[in-house]
């Protein structure tokens, strides 16, 4: 049974603290998203990847997040210094083509306090 | 710009039918989904369309028109489980995928 891996499943911290949320994509997608759902703004687009490379991370605030795959098996977000408006699920997706649907994480529940 | 719309919450009445309706404004298309989430979970994919036209799987069904930026996800006999949230995602043509902010829908016993 197949399924993306998140961890950790929930982070609370202090802010100004360093975030790193971990993805495990299916074996065999070649695309992975990141994306954030908070209950104002719904489920925003962060980044994204094809092949592990990077292809848009414009939804993304660059002074503070970085998305990365480090391989085929592992992609990685980073807050770096977290503010509490860093607060939401975090969700990875992988998918596999162009024509298909993508499969989510259960997702990391981030608090900054 | 990007703009997909979707009515926020809407209620319906156990074994009845719902449509909720999406509309969207992307640079490009290369097909929309209809994804369901239930509270405190991840959302869970049901149905692409990628032509015209109407897609029926079970209980559910989506609809889409390219030409007017339309698509919409009908529900029949729906079933207390059925309330979740339901979300209108578009990819566009270099495969980014963009949600809507989602429908609440609230089933009445």
């Known amino acids: 049974d197949a399924r993306v891996t998140q961890t950790p499943r929930d982070k609370v911290t202090e802010m100004g603290q360093e975030v790193t949320m971990r993805c495990q994509p299916i074996?065999?997608?070649?695309?992975v998203f990141w994306y954030r759902q908070t209950m104002m703004q719904g489920l925003e687009l962060l980044a994204y990847?094809?092949?592990?490379?990077?292809?848009?991370d414009s939804g993304m605030p660059k002074d503070r997040f970085s998305a990365e795959m480090p391989d085929a098996t592992l992609a990685t977000l980073k807050i770096q210094p977290s503010e509490p408006r860093d607060s939401a699920v975090y969700f990875c997706?992988?998918?596999?083509?162009?024509?298909?649907?993508?499969?989510f994480g259960p997702g990391t529940r981030l608090t900054v306090l | 710009g990007q703009n997909i719309d979707q009515p926020t919450e809407m209620t319906a009445t156990e074994g009845a039918i719902v449509q909720i309706n999406c509309t969207y404004q992307?640079?490009?298309?290369?097909?929309l989904f209809w994804y369901q989430q239930h509270a405190g979970e991840a959302p869970t994919f049901l149905s692409y369309?990628?032509?015209?036209g109407l897609e029926e799987k079970g209980r559910f069904s989506s609809f889409l028109s390219r030409s007017k930026g339309y698509s919409y996800l009908l529900l029949k006999e729906l079933q207390m489980k059925d309330s979740a949230s339901y979300l209108c995602?578009?990819?566009?043509?270099?495969?980014?995928?963009?949600f809507g902010k989602g429908t609440r829908l609230h089933i009445l016993p």
């Open positions: 992307t640079s490009g298309f290369n097909g």
């Open positions: 074996l065999g997608h070649n695309t």
């Open positions: 369309n990628v032509l015209d």
């Open positions: 997706a992988s998918g596999r083509g162009t024509h298909n649907e993508q499969f």
């Open positions: 990847f094809r092949n592990r490379a990077p292809l848009d």
């Open positions: 995602a578009v990819r566009e043509k270099d495969d980014k995928i963009i």
